[in-house]
């Protein structure tokens, strides 16, 4: 819009002290203009707005706050570590069952993934089998043992003691 295009001495009309004068009379004569049911309803129409408005500040406003709620509770949330099983190399089984199956006569050690399994074919070498279970169990630092079948006596079909144990490390991410 160009400064041509403004019509100033019609500006300057609005802008005389009998500008105000002029509303002044207006307002008085709106009434017996237009009808007071009309201004009831302006009045009404307007009363909502305003309120209308004054709701949605509230709710914003709360909004708001929730929204610096949910963003402290977000930057106090721990970490919380990934933990991952990963199984024992049968290379690194196979090399440790080598080591140990000397150290306990009659009983047979068998490896197959992460697992080593230890049977005997007699009760009376329980005092082997459990040490043998416990000296797989603590084999290494870094190794979780986990217990995956155990029997003993009658409930073992081709021998009288049998255990067969999973060996994992644990990964922290």
């Not at 500008?19 to 009309?38: I, M, R």
């Not at 709360?62 to 963003?71: G, M, Q, W, Y």
């Not at 081709?158 to 922290?172: D, E, F, M, P, R």
Request: charged letters at 20%; a positive charge; hydrophobic letters at 45%.
């Amino acid at each position: 819009m160009s400064t041509q295009a403004i019509n100033f001495s019609q500006l300057a009309k609005y802008l005389k002290p009998e500008a105000s004068q002029d509303l002044n009379k207006f307002l008085e004569t709106l009434p017996a203009n237009v009808g007071k049911v009309a201004l009831i309803v302006a009045a009404i129409v307007w009363a909502s707005a305003a309120g209308l408005a004054l709701y949605t500040m509230i709710q914003t406003k709360e909004l708001a706050e929730l929204k610096t709620e949910l963003a402290e509770k977000t930057a106090v949330k721990p970490v919380v570590p990934h933990i991952i099983k990963k199984p024992v190399g049968k290379v690194a089984l196979e090399k440790f069952v080598k080591s140990i199956s000397n150290a306990y006569d009659g009983l047979d050690f068998r490896v197959s993934n992460n697992k080593i399994t230890i049977i005997s074919k007699s009760l009376e070498l329980y005092p082997q089998f459990r040490e043998a279970m416990g000296h797989v169990a603590n084999a290494r630092g870094g190794w979780v043992a986990s217990i995956d079948t155990l029997c003993m006596g009658n409930e073992c079909r081709s021998a009288k003691l049998a255990v067969t144990i999973s060996l994992n490390t644990i990964v922290v991410e």
